[in-house]
């Protein structure tokens, strides 16, 4: 049975959470602290958005833990995705936690004992909310579909279907400014 209470999660970070062992979700103290957030289980809701250069970060840092993101088009967004239990409320002195690979900010939320679910639509709100199912899942946007493919058509097969989608070098990370954009 899932927790009454959900946390909404960009994708690829809410699969990361539930299947490639990310055991942080960083959010600000205030976040926490407005979002009501404490230790408890709850459920795993994937929010519908991500960016292109979202999931290639991700797909780039996954990578140097030795994880491959399904790709994007295959992530179910606008649903609860499954459960995990909240152990701590961690900051960058907290052992072991700030060790994570996946601790990179102030304050976070520590997981542990992930299950999956089949995905159940719903729509997700900020901090911990009350889920209820209803409505669909979100479409692929357009370049979910053709992403990585060799024509940009999700109708042309790869020459490499077993090929994982890898980026050799780092991308920039989606939060960074532009240098035009910095003040």
């Given at each position: 049975?899932?927790?009454?209470?959900?946390?909404?999660?960009?994708?690829?970070w809410a699969w990361a959470i539930i299947h490639g062992g990310k055991?942080?979700?960083?959010?600000?103290?205030?976040?926490?602290?407005?979002?009501?957030?404490?230790?408890?289980?709850?459920?795993?809701?994937?929010?519908?958005?991500?960016?292109?250069?979202?999931?290639?970060?991700?797909?780039?840092?996954?990578?140097?833990?030795?994880?491959?993101?399904?790709?994007?088009?295959?992530?179910?967004?606008?649903?609860?995705?499954?459960?995990?239990?909240?152990?701590?409320?961690?900051?960058?002195?907290?052992?072991?936690?700030?060790?994570?690979?996946?601790?990179?900010?102030?304050?976070?939320?520590?997981?542990?004992?992930?299950?999956?679910?089949?995905?159940?639509?719903?729509?997700?709100?900020?901090?911990?909310?009350?889920?209820?199912?209803?409505?669909?899942?979100?479409?692929?946007?357009?370049?979910?579909?053709?992403?990585?493919?060799?024509?940009?058509?999700?109708?042309?097969?790869?020459?490499?279907?077993?090929?994982a989608p890898h980026i050799k070098t780092p991308p920039k990370k989606?939060?960074?400014?532009?240098?035009?954009?910095?003040?």
């Open positions: 049975m899932l927790p009454p209470l959900a946390l909404s999660v960009r994708q690829p055991d942080v979700e960083n959010r600000s103290p205030g976040s926490i602290r407005a979002g009501r957030m404490d230790c408890r289980p709850i459920a795993i809701h994937a929010a519908s958005g991500m960016t292109r250069q979202e999931y290639e970060w991700a797909v780039w840092r996954l990578q140097q833990d030795g994880l491959t993101l399904p790709r994007p088009d295959d992530l179910p967004r606008r649903a609860i995705i499954g459960m995990v239990d909240v152990v701590a409320i961690v900051d960058s002195a907290t052992k072991p936690w700030c060790d994570s690979p996946f601790f990179g900010g102030k304050a976070g939320l520590a997981l542990e004992n992930p299950r999956a679910r089949p995905p159940i639509p719903a729509t997700g709100e900020i901090g911990y909310f009350t889920w209820r199912q209803g409505g669909e899942l979100a479409p692929p946007a357009p370049w979910m579909t053709a992403w990585d493919r060799p024509s940009g058509d999700s109708g042309t097969l790869s020459l490499f279907p077993d090929d989606p939060w960074e400014k532009k240098p035009s954009e910095k003040g």
